[in-house]
């Protein structure tokens, strides 16, 4: 017997409740895309978490020592890089991106894939002083310009390791990321102010390693800091980092080359 | 008497007899020798003794040297400072140099400058090396031989986190 | 590894390209050096070892400014700067030379004019 109609399960209407039950479905995983902790309101740089006297050496180009790696970046970069890129500036806010099998390119790995590829020279040397002077050049072309990153970068594979890394308890301190740099930050560790952990700044002078580095450096630090396996500069966890540093960041400005504690 | 005089009287004799078998045209050769600008550059001065060791024991006046360097600093590895001298405190005098010592540094003298004649005032601006909390000493020398001296008790707050990369 | 030399300037040295005559302004100085003092150690450990500059120099047209008699705890990658005054155009040179013979030189000039 027919009850009705229209409850009668048609292709055409089981086509249609599952239509409706997709769109559904993508919504509310719109709607629950995860967001940063830091609303974007809230979000500031890690300038604003130093000492004034170190603020002063970041605002003053003649007194930041990172500037002297700038001005040997540019002749590389007029050197090898202009083939390619007429424009410096914006090149850094593509950075870090996700490569078609899901990993992360830094940008210290892009200038040594540029280096391979293009220049058709040896990769050069982890933080190296070519390599961090190209970096904190690029870097500092994209000043005051926001990191571009991909679409739909929390669907991921790396932002997925990332989150699982930066919010997963470890180290004899038991820590994890997110407990200060998300929850705790304004507060001190005896008379550090702690920051909201963003990359913005990278390549930085830090007065702590009285010198330049990179980002991936900074990272290494943190685990240390945290009293747990520090990974190698190679380990793709850091690269994954460095993105998920970059959607935290939601859009604040590149400010390298920093100066930090 | 005579003794002593002895010596001196042997060398005056020395030098005549050197002078009367020099050919008549060695005054000429030494002039050549030497520019004939009356005003040589003055010979540079002996080395001093390092500034820890000049001021060791001696008291000094602050006269009108300021070491400008803030109390507490977050790392001893870079500590911002201004070394000035007022001026008007110096009347004829003018300042020659200015160091920083840091007695608890593993090497005290932490800066010794000359100040050349170029320079419109007696200040230096800098950064320095601090290895432990101490006070910190700033030293003006100035064109008479008096030292000034300016002391600041630095304390070094030190570092939340250790850095092994 | 060899890694090849970095082409450019490993220094600054900041003036005002104009100035009055007889009026006073800053002269900067910043090197990007190490200053290793002998005391650090590197990540294996080893201590590194002990490179300071050891010597210093900046003068205008051959008017001293400054020389540096020690400097054995500036910071690393060091600053210095100065007030001067000068009466006509000419450039600043510094010069400097650390303890593994490494030298160094920079020069800017500055021009005076007509008050």
């Given at each position: 017997?027919?009850?009705?109609?229209?409850?009668?399960?048609?292709?055409?209407?089981?086509?249609?409740?599952?239509?409706?039950?997709?769109?559904?479905?993508?919504?509310?995983?719109?709607?629950?895309?995860?967001?940063?902790?830091?609303?974007?309101?809230?979000?500031?740089?890690?300038?604003?978490?130093?000492?004034?006297?170190?603020?002063?050496?970041?605002?003053?180009d003649d007194r930041n020592p990172g500037m002297l790696w700038v001005d040997q970046g540019r002749e590389?970069?007029?050197?090898?890089?202009?083939?390619?890129?007429?424009?410096?500036?914006?090149?850094?806010?593509?950075?870090?991106?996700?490569?078609?099998?899901?990993?992360?390119?830094?940008?210290?790995?892009?200038?040594?894939?540029?280096?391979?590829?293009?220049?058709?020279?040896?990769?050069?040397?982890?933080?190296?002083?070519?390599?961090?002077s190209?970096?904190?050049?690029?870097?500092?072309?994209?000043?005051?310009?926001?990191?571009?990153?991909?679409?739909?970068?929390?669907?991921?594979?790396?932002?997925?390791?990332?989150?699982?890394?930066?919010?997963?308890?470890?180290?004899?301190?038991?820590?994890?990321?997110?407990?200060?740099?998300?929850?705790?930050?304004?507060?001190?560790?005896?008379?550090?102010?702690?920051?909201?952990?963003?990359?913005?700044?990278?390549?930085?002078?830090?007065?702590?390693?009285?010198?330049?580095?990179?980002?991936?450096?900074?990272?290494?630090?943190?685990?240390?800091?945290?009293?747990?396996?520090?990974?190698?500069?190679?380990?793709?966890?850091?690269?994954?980092?460095?993105?998920?540093?970059?959607?935290?960041?939601?859009?604040?400005?590149?400010?390298?080359?920093?100066?930090?504690? | 008497?005579?003794?002593?005089?002895?010596?001196?009287?042997?060398?005056?004799?020395?030098?005549?007899?050197?002078?009367?078998?020099?050919?008549?045209?060695?005054?000429?050769?030494?002039?050549?020798?030497?520019?004939?600008?009356?005003?040589?550059?003055?010979?540079?001065?002996?080395?001093?003794?390092?500034?820890?060791?000049?001021?060791?024991?001696?008291?000094?006046?602050?006269?009108?040297?300021?070491?400008?360097?803030?109390?507490?600093?977050?790392?001893?590895?870079?500590?911002?400072?201004?070394?000035?001298?007022?001026?008007?405190?110096?009347?004829?005098?003018?300042?020659?140099?200015?160091?920083?010592?840091?007695?608890?540094?593993?090497?005290?003298?932490?800066?010794?400058i000359?100040?050349g004649?170029a320079?419109?005032?007696?200040?230096?601006t800098t950064?320095?090396?601090?290895?432990?909390?101490?006070?910190?000493?700033?030293?003006?020398?100035?064109?008479?031989?008096?030292?000034?001296?300016?002391?600041?008790?630095?304390?070094?707050?030190?570092?939340?986190?250790?850095?092994?990369? | 590894?060899?890694?090849?030399p970095i082409p450019g300037r490993n220094a600054r040295l900041i003036v005002p390209p104009?100035?009055?005559?007889?009026?006073?302004f800053q002269v900067r100085l910043l090197i990007q050096h190490p200053m290793?003092?002998?005391?650090?150690?590197?990540?294996?450990?080893?201590?590194?070892?002990?490179?300071?500059l050891e010597s210093l120099s900046l003068d205008f047209e051959g008017q001293p400014v400054f020389t540096a008699?020690?400097m054995?705890?500036l910071?690393a990658n060091p600053y210095l700067a100065f007030?001067v005054?000068i009466?006509?155009s000419g450039s600043f040179n510094a010069r400097w030379r650390d303890?593994?013979?490494n030298v160094g030189s920079i020069s800017a000039s500055v021009r005076?004019?007509?008050?």
């Amino acid at each position: 017997m027919r009850v009705c109609g229209l409850l009668h399960p048609s292709p055409v209407w089981v086509l249609l409740a599952a239509l409706l039950g997709c769109l559904a479905a993508n919504a509310s995983a719109q709607l629950a895309a995860p967001q940063p902790v830091i609303a974007k309101r809230d979000v500031r740089s890690g300038a604003t978490f130093t000492s004034a006297t170190i603020q002063a050496q970041q605002k003053d180009d003649d007194r930041n020592p990172g500037m002297l790696w700038v001005d040997q970046g540019r002749e590389i970069f007029a050197r090898d890089c202009v083939g390619c890129h007429a424009e410096p500036k914006g090149l850094a806010t593509q950075l870090p991106r996700l490569k078609t099998d899901g990993s992360v390119i830094t940008l210290e790995a892009q200038i040594n894939r540029c280096q391979v590829e293009r220049v058709k020279a040896v990769a050069y040397p982890i933080e190296s002083q070519p390599l961090l002077s190209l970096a904190t050049y690029v870097a500092f072309s994209s000043r005051g310009l926001a990191q571009q990153l991909p679409a739909n970068v929390t669907q991921s594979h790396a932002w997925q390791r990332a989150h699982n890394e930066f919010t997963r308890v470890q180290g004899k301190l038991d820590f994890n990321c997110r407990a200060c740099h998300d929850q705790l930050y304004g507060k001190r560790v005896r008379n550090v102010n702690i920051s909201q952990g963003y990359g913005v700044g990278y390549p930085a002078y830090r007065v702590e390693w009285q010198t330049l580095g990179s980002l991936n450096r900074r990272l290494r630090a943190c685990f240390f800091g945290m009293e747990t396996t520090v990974p190698a500069t190679s380990d793709p966890i850091l690269a994954d980092l460095e993105l998920y540093l970059a959607w935290r960041a939601q859009g604040l400005p590149l400010e390298a080359p920093a100066v930090r504690r | 008497m005579r003794r002593s005089n002895q010596p001196s009287n042997l060398t005056r004799r020395h030098a005549v007899a050197i002078l009367a078998t020099l050919p008549w045209w060695a005054p000429a050769l030494d002039a050549a020798a030497q520019p004939a600008s009356p005003r040589l550059p003055p010979t540079p001065t002996a080395p001093l003794p390092p500034l820890d060791e000049r001021t060791r024991g001696i008291k000094m006046e602050r006269g009108g040297l300021s070491l400008d360097i803030p109390t507490m600093a977050e790392t001893g590895a870079s500590v911002p400072v201004v070394l000035f001298v007022n001026p008007a405190s110096l009347g004829t005098r003018r300042v020659t140099r200015l160091g920083i010592l840091a007695p608890l540094n593993p090497r005290p003298v932490v800066l010794e400058i000359e100040l050349g004649s170029a320079l419109a005032q007696a200040r230096l601006t800098t950064s320095i090396r601090l290895g432990a909390t101490q006070d910190v000493v700033g030293v003006a020398q100035l064109s008479d031989g008096t030292l000034w001296q300016h002391t600041v008790n630095v304390h070094l707050t030190g570092s939340a986190c250790f850095d092994g990369t | 590894m060899s890694i090849e030399p970095i082409p450019g300037r490993n220094a600054r040295l900041i003036v005002p390209p104009l100035v009055h005559a007889g009026e006073e302004f800053q002269v900067r100085l910043l090197i990007q050096h190490p200053m290793e003092t002998g005391f650090r150690r590197d990540v294996n450990g080893e201590l590194i070892e002990i490179n300071l500059l050891e010597s210093l120099s900046l003068d205008f047209e051959g008017q001293p400014v400054f020389t540096a008699l020690s400097m054995n705890a500036l910071t690393a990658n060091p600053y210095l700067a100065f007030v001067v005054a000068i009466k006509q155009s000419g450039s600043f040179n510094a010069r400097w030379r650390d303890q593994r013979g490494n030298v160094g030189s920079i020069s800017a000039s500055v021009r005076v004019v007509a008050s």
